[in-house]
């Protein structure tokens, strides 16, 4: 059926269901007709502490009775300054300046941006980037030009620039990619600065690889003066099991990206922070070294104090003890099941292949389970034949034994 409403990712033309979401609250989505659903997903990987939780809709409400938006070139505002302050508190040290953004896409882009600027204003210009294969960074141009190629991006292919791409280092073959990123950062065409999701590939089908590799990838880098930049817009807040990432490594990047559960997941905000050598190659009297990049609703007060009451979330509520346990709870189940292949998990994190079915994004599989899924009121949305579950770390026993209970009842049906 035709549909004013053109969704993401969605082929209008095969006329699946589309239900209406009227309300949440922790792991629950209610549907106008009075269904309640389980968010395994957390909302596309953004809910980390539940639906509306009271915190974040008390600042967001507040501050919007106060400050809706302000531009934001020459202007500042008391959330925006607090957030970038208390962001500093909590990332590691070197870790010193906040740029502000909307997505997680915009702010690959801008650091993307930041490296290259840095480069250029340094007086040494470089533009080549090298990627993980099966990255995924988002969906504007820059972000897809450092993400895996495929049916997702074919009719842009000509238009996304060239880029370096080491290996995905997995178990067995991660001295391979170490020495393709060595010999990459050694190449006569010097790199810019190389991006990574750190520990798990998300979109690219949930693929984890070791901390201590990514500590070497770090590492090489830095012998090379090859920028790092860390995309956490999906590991970050905890979804790893630690605030972010990077640190089971025990790395620092030059410049990492945040945006998903920044707000706790419930309005858009993204940023981009950067080591003092990057905002320093951008410090000068010289106008034309500034860093040139804006969006109209830069460091939205709303969206900024939504994340301040994410921050006051982490200091004063248990999240680690709710992240821990949620890992608990997942790896006990995940154990249990059978018809399973790759079961693997990291932090909130599992995912695993149903034995003995063709793979790829595009396998029939993927919309056939999300429709047997959906059927069952759970909101699960595997990515081909890769099931994955990354729930809001509130989520009870109940609605995750009625989450694996399914998947077993899945897994039967598929294979028959
Ligand atoms: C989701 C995601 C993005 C893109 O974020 P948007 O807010 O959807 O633009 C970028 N990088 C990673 C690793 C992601 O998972």
């Not at 989505?29 to 539940?50: E, K, P």
């Not at 909130?348 to 993927?366: H, N, Q, R």
């Amino acid at each position: 059926m035709s549909s004013p409403v053109w969704h993401p990712f969605t082929q209008h033309g095969l006329g699946e269901p589309i239900p209406t979401i009227s309300h949440a609250e922790g792991a629950a989505l209610y549907t106008h007709d009075g269904r309640r659903i389980v968010d395994a997903i957390s909302s596309w990987w953004v809910t980390t502490h539940g639906h509306c939780h009271p915190r974040i809709m008390k600042a967001i409400a507040e501050q919007a009775a106060r400050l809706d938006q302000i531009i934001f070139a020459g202007w500042t505002h008391a959330p925006a300054e607090t957030l970038a302050q208390r962001l500093i508190e909590i990332m590691p040290a070197p870790l010193a300046h906040v740029f502000f953004s909307d997505s997680g896409s915009t702010s690959v882009e801008v650091a993307l941006k930041m490296a290259l600027g840095y480069w250029l204003n340094r007086g040494e210009p470089r533009h080549r980037i090298l990627v993980m294969a099966g990255s995924y960074h988002g969906d504007t141009i820059g972000a897809m030009s450092v993400g895996a190629r495929g049916v997702f991006n074919q009719a842009y292919a000509p238009l996304l620039f060239d880029v370096g791409t080491i290996p995905f280092p997995a178990a067995g073959a991660e001295q391979a990619a170490l020495d393709a990123l060595d010999a990459a950062c050694r190449g006569p065409d010097k790199p810019a600065a190389f991006i990574v999701e750190p520990l798990i590939l998300g979109a690219g089908g949930m693929l984890i690889y070791a901390a201590e590799t990514l500590a070497a990838m770090r590492t090489i880098c830095a012998q090379h003066d090859v920028l790092f930049i860390a995309d956490e817009v999906m590991t970050g807040w905890g979804r790893t099991g630690t605030l972010l990432a990077c640190s089971q490594a025990g790395i620092v990047p030059d410049i990492l990206c945040l945006s998903k559960g920044l707000t706790g997941g419930a309005i858009p905000l993204a940023v981009t922070l950067a080591t003092p050598p990057i905002y320093d190659a951008h410090f000068s009297e010289d106008r034309a070294k500034q860093f040139f990049h804006s969006s109209s609703y830069t460091a939205n007060p709303i969206a900024c104090a939504a994340a301040n009451a994410n921050l006051a979330i982490w200091r004063e509520e248990p999240v680690q003890e709710r992240i821990d346990l949620l890992g608990r709870r997942q790896a006990e189940r995940l154990a249990g099941l059978r018809g399973i292949a790759n079961a693997r998990q990291i932090g909130t994190i599992a995912a695993f292949e149903i034995e003995d079915v063709a793979t790829g994004y595009m396998s029939a599989l993927g919309p056939r389970l999300l429709a047997f899924f959906r059927d069952r009121d759970l909101l699960v949305r595997p990515l081909g034949n890769t099931v994955y579950l990354m729930p809001p770390y509130c989520i009870g026993e109940a609605d995750l034994d009625a989450i694996y209970g399914a998947i077993g009842e899945a897994v039967e049906w598929v294979r028959g």
